[in-house]
């Protein structure tokens, strides 16, 4: 399964921007994803995941209300749209599958990722 997160670049504090991720290969509709990211000199944190129906998310406490993560099982892709963007919020995104249909917060959880898509916010 290979993953393709885009959508990342430069907003501004109080800002909007979506990510997507599609994911290739033997995927599976079947399986809970999720967003993690990695701000400089900090360890990867979960921001948000999505069952495999799409019914269900889970959010971190510092994005919710603001981020949402929705999916699209026909494209085979998730989405984060991210609203009331603050400069904590920088870092480098990854999207990522997990090994089962729930959503978990736990990245041990989760078997394939991306490559991440950088987003910078400025104020």
């Known amino acids: 399964v290979q993953l393709q997160a885009s959508g990342g670049g430069l907003a501004q504090a109080g800002g909007s921007l979506g990510l997507s991720c599609a994911a290739s290969g033997r995927t599976s509709s079947n399986n809970a994803m999720g967003w993690f990211r990695q701000a400089p000199g900090k360890e990867r944190e979960f921001v948000a995941a999505?069952?495999?129906?799409?019914?269900?998310?889970s959010y971190a406490d510092s994005v919710k209300g603001r981020f949402t993560i929705s999916r699209d099982n026909a494209k085979g892709t998730i989405y984060l749209q991210m609203s009331s963007l603050k400069d904590e919020d920088t870092a480098v995104y990854y999207c990522a599958v997990a090994l089962g249909a729930a959503t978990t917060t736990q990245s041990s959880l989760y078997r394939y990722w991306g490559k991440g898509t950088l987003v910078t916010v400025s104020s």
């Open positions: 999505i069952n495999w129906r799409g019914g269900s998310a």
